[in-house]
């Protein structure tokens, strides 16, 4: 039953953690804020866990366990719910449009502003300025909200993993441990499944469904403005929630003890008789870990990875639209679809292999760190598949010769109202695209007598352009397939060594230790790792920007338009290097930490006893020298 209590938690905390970020560009749109502020709330669900992990590591592992993840779950509930509240309290998304709805008919006013020259320069470029519809929301900024909500999110999260796991320890057979923690590493797999469907769902819908005529919606799900119903997927993440936290409080606070356990020398009732004096125990037990040169290798080298797969799953949503010209819905339900199903059949499958062939600690090391060595070269083939930077006019391709004036140049400058002409070419607006009438109204307003299409194509005539940026190009929709595959293979084999390199941790290190060891790792690699990866990784993807909307307010708003090529080159670039630094650091340290172990024990060996290792540590029975194996 606990096991299926706790099991539904992580389902919960994966749900409500996937759909934050199927929701990144959503956030980033409908605040108008940078990708690194996003990471920056993304990250502060890890602050939450900062302030009171150990806390709850060491010394609630002394009290009703189920209990205390029972109240993290409300507490996680709450925090879900509060992400959603600015959308009932900001006014409505306006988009950045000079496309007139209500017109049905022939228009032949000109699409660019009817300004002069000097009304324009005032030493500035107009977007920095506030417009004179501006409209000023509220002194908080909204999406302070959303970091607060996401902080309060990783507070409740806090006690579910480290008192979860070593419950499971504590009371189940030392065979099927592994297993059951299989079983729950797989469900926390399968909850981003159906986040990312859900976050795929709710970007196919308008933001202000049911407040706004969709008729005189002038944009579309692919368009980089569009900014779909981020807010109704955290109100059902957090009911989901909410439900995850009624098993834990009718479930025991302890277990009858397996057989094999019994002669240990740490049960729950020798845990509860060192309570008598917890914070003058508290540094020596610290140190006594931290002291383990297996545990603090087995640190170092998660979090480095850790930074590669934050970043790398953080971003990705975001990378398949930019990169591959996909919308944030197809993005989202990819991710939930076919690549996060093939993590969670690594996982489990990892477990499995752990049970039936009866991994040893050294097995277990040697298996998660072939996998992740394979997952490495197998993920060197994604610099192969790239695209080309969309044909933006003005910006990544020139518009031939064909002069505009400055005063019309400096009006379109802050624009991002992008027409496809016939060309096959992206102009920024139809001001900047040289049109001077329009048919239709809404989404099928056609753009006409486009002067710099005419000049594009060297071919003089009344050419055309639509709404919208113009598709990808075929190349790169065939090169997507291939991308996906990749991306299945290698996420497949580097997660098979997920659950043995989990249960790598939780052998090498002393029994009584377990709850503090789990709460540590997961303090270090959320605080060095799930902190800062969001908030560099969103910078470095900043700086390949090429086109920035800006706020009606005055300021720069959200990215329009990346060069797709650096961006690629930047983001798996560090991805790859963080990944190599891990196993180098397996690499350096490995011979340091079994020579420091044999000067303890007064052994010497040459090469030809090194080799069988193994079998001197299984006849000592010394497990940690198994584990620097």
Known sequence: MFLAALSFAYFAKALSGSYMKSTITQLERRFDIPSYLIGIIDGSFEIGNLLVIAFVSYFCAKLHRPKIIAIGCILM????????????????????????????STNNLSPCPASSPESLWAGDRPSILPSRGCEKESSVSMWIYVLLGNILRGIGETPVQPLGISYI????????????????QTISIIGPVFGYLLGSLCAKIYVD????????????????????????????????????????WFLPKSLPMPVEKHDTNCTPESENHSFKHPFTEFVPTLKSLLGNPVYTIYLCVTIVQFNSLIGMVTYKPKY?????????????????????????????????????YKLTIMGAAKFAFGTSLLGYFLSLIFFAMGCENAKVAGITVSYSGYVIPLYIFLSGLDKWDPVCGEN???????????????????????????????????????????????????????????????????????????????????????????????GIHTLATRTLAGIPAPIYFGAIIDTTCLKWGYKMCGGRGACRIYDTSAYRYLQDGFILTLHAVSMGIVFIFRPTLVSQDYKKKGNRMDSVKYQFATEWSQVGNDKQFACLL
């Open 77 to 104: 509930s709450f925090g879900t719910f509060l992400i959603a509240m600015p959308h009932f309290i900001i006014g409505r998304y306006k988009i950045e449009t000079s496309i007139r709805s209500s017109v049905n």
């Open 169 to 184: 320890d504590d009371y189940a057979q030392s065979d099927n441990a592994a297993l059951y923690i299989g079983c729950v």
């Open 209 to 248: 469904i049911g407040y706004v005529d969709m008729e005189t919606i002038t944009i579309t799900p692919g368009d980089a403005r569009w900014v779909g119903a981020w807010w109704l997927g955290y109100l059902i993440a957090g009911a989901i929630t909410l439900m995850s936290a009624v098993p834990f």
């Open 320 to 356: 398949i639209e930019q990169h591959y010209g996909q919308s944030a819905s197809k993005a989202n339900f990819l991710m939930g679809m076919i690549n996060i199903p093939a993590v969670a059949l690594g996982m489990f499958s990892g477990g499995v292999v752990m049970k039936k």
């Open 424 to 518: 096959g070419i992206t102009y920024v607006s139809p001001c900047l695209a040289g049109c001077n009438s329009s048919t239709g109204s809404g989404k099928n307003t056609v753009f006409n007598n486009c002067k710099c299409l005419a000049v594009a194509n060297t071919q003089p005539g009344n050419l055309t352009a639509t709404l919208g940026q113009c598709p990808h190009r075929d190349s790169c929709e065939k090169v997507f397939p291939y991308f996906l595959a990749m991306s299945v293979l290698s996420s497949f084999i580097i997660s098979l060594g997920g659950t043995p390199g989990f249960m790598l941790l939780v052998r090498c290190i002393k029994p009584e230790l377990k709850s503090l060891a789990l």
